[in-house]
């Protein structure tokens, strides 16, 4: 057990100081590590294997709560452990049926004791499978490739959004969107509008991309986003999370020019992974902000006002869901009302928190 907690440390070190950075990195590393503790730890029924993974996920969210991601994969793993549970203690069932029915009934049965043997046999006493354990790990495998695959299943519906002499405009550098982009443009000739994002100017870096990929780009100040928004057929965004009423956690910048898209009556499409959907409400929205260094908006040299002023440099938005018109999803495109649905299917009301 040592061993897994050192496993265990060693990345809630790098979440805590921001070594591991990006849904797509955390994700999958959380989900290497939630593999080797599942298959290597000894436990035999339900709650002692949720309790476990419970444990290390808590740990893993509090190092970091901004990387939603981290708690999003623990929860799917989570739900795949309760189902393959409810599936064994229901294959065990309905054996223990089919042997009651084959026994000969005694004059000494009651009504009572006829429902009563009926009735589901607690989790201690179920004789599980010799091969739950493979099943919980082939399960959580299956997330994991769901997650290497996860761009060529959001890319591969870019010709049905796409069309032909099309402005599109975009912010910040994400690589759902980029990967988005490229593959649309195998089949389709369109324009694309970055804004810089400032003060990262990652969109600098995706415009670089973009035009390799031989995309016409043109690199956009933030400031100019609303003055030629009405030349936009399309607003195609990438995000760091999405939340359970269908708002988003973005790249700064993004609230604004989603705001303009619905000012002028614009689409705005949202390109994600699903495992970037959390069940967690915006009670409070900057509890999912970061704040960095703000001297890249107001640098030391400016000695004389930084002592009469406060400056905070946030990394994120979040935009409310009435901005977003349709989220391309991995499994295919979905309305922000439709996200519900999505997260009753892969997770369990019982871990929406880590509390043991």
Same mark, same amino acid.
């Given at each position: 057990?040592?061993?897994?907690?050192?496993?265990?440390?060693?990345?809630?070190?790098?979440?805590?100081?921001?070594?591991?950075?990006?849904?797509?990195?955390?994700?999958q590393a959380t989900l290497k590590l939630l593999i080797v503790v599942i298959s290597k730890n000894n436990w035999t029924t339900c709650n002692q294997?949720?309790?476990?993974?419970?444990?290390?996920?808590?740990?893993?969210?509090?190092?970091?709560?901004?990387?939603?991601?981290?708690?999003?994969?623990?929860?799917?793993?989570?739900?795949?452990?309760?189902?393959?549970?409810?599936?064994?203690?229901?294959?065990?069932?309905?054996?223990?049926?089919?042997?009651?029915?084959?026994? =000969?009934?005694?004059?000494?049965?009651? @009504?009572?004791?006829?429902?009563?043997?009926?009735?589901?046999?607690? /989790?201690?006493?179920?004789?599980? =499978?010799?091969?739950?354990?493979?099943?919980?790990?082939?399960?959580?495998?299956?997330?994991?490739?769901?997650?290497?695959?996860?761009?060529? /299943?959001?890319? /591969?519906?870019?010709?049905?959004?796409?069309?032909?002499?099309?402005?599109? @405009?975009?912010?910040?550098?994400?690589?759902?969107?980029?990967?988005?982009?490229?593959?649309?443009?195998?089949?389709?000739?369109?324009?694309?509008?970055?804004?810089?994002?400032?003060?990262?100017?990652?969109?600098?870096?995706?415009a670089l991309e973009l035009s390799k990929a031989g995309i016409e780009t043109t690199v956009i100040p933030d400031s100019a986003v609303f003055a030629?928004?009405?030349?936009?057929?399309?607003?195609?965004?990438?995000?760091?999370?999405?939340?359970?009423?269908?708002?988003?956690?973005?790249?700064?910048?993004?609230? @604004?020019?989603?705001?303009?898209?619905?000012?002028?009556?614009?689409?705005?499409?949202?390109?994600?992974?699903?495992?970037?959907?959390?069940?967690?409400?915006?009670?409070?929205?900057?509890?999912? /902000?970061?704040?960095?260094?703000?001297?890249?908006?107001?640098?030391?040299?400016?000695?004389?006002?930084?002592?009469?002023?406060?400056?905070?440099? =946030?990394?994120?938005?979040?935009?409310? =869901?009435?901005?977003?018109n349709l989220f391309i999803t991995n499994q295919g495109g979905h309305p922000p009302s439709y996200l519900y649905r999505l997260i009753v299917e892969?997770?369990?009301?019982?871990?929406?928190?880590?509390?043991?």
């Open positions: 057990m040592s061993k897994h907690n050192e496993l265990v440390d060693d990345l809630v070190a790098k979440l805590k100081r921001r070594q591991l950075v990006g849904s797509s990195t955390v994700a294997l949720v309790t476990l993974v419970k444990s290390v996920g808590k740990r893993l969210v509090e190092a970091n709560p901004t990387e939603l991601a981290v708690g999003n994969i623990v929860r799917r793993v989570l739900h795949v452990i309760r189902e393959e549970f409810r599936e064994a203690e229901s294959t065990a069932f309905q054996k223990n049926q089919s042997e009651f029915h084959s026994a =000969p009934l005694t004059t000494s049965s009651s @009504m009572y004791n006829l429902l009563g043997e009926t009735g589901s046999a607690p /989790n201690e006493n179920v004789q599980y =499978p010799s091969s739950l354990r493979s099943n919980i790990i082939q399960e959580i495998r299956e997330i994991k490739d769901e997650l290497e695959n996860i761009y060529d /299943n959001i890319k /591969n519906q870019a010709s049905l959004q796409i069309h032909s002499n099309e402005i599109i @405009m975009t912010i910040g550098r994400s690589k759902t969107v980029e990967e988005f982009l490229k593959m649309a443009a195998v089949r389709r000739k369109f324009q694309v509008l970055v804004a810089e994002s400032a003060p990262s100017y990652s969109g600098q870096e995706m030629v928004m009405s030349r936009v057929n399309k607003v195609i965004l990438g995000t760091h999370a999405v939340l359970a009423n269908g708002g988003l956690v973005a790249i700064s910048g993004t609230h @604004m020019m989603a705001a303009a898209a619905k000012h002028h009556s614009i689409p705005v499409v949202v390109c994600t992974g699903l495992y970037k959907l959390s069940p967690l409400y915006p009670y409070d929205e900057d509890s999912f /902000n970061v704040t960095f260094n703000p001297d890249s908006v107001l640098g030391f040299e400016e000695g004389d006002l930084i002592g009469k002023v406060t400056v905070t440099n =946030p990394y994120y938005d979040y935009v409310s =869901p009435e901005f977003v892969n997770y369990d009301p019982n871990d929406h928190t880590f509390d043991l």
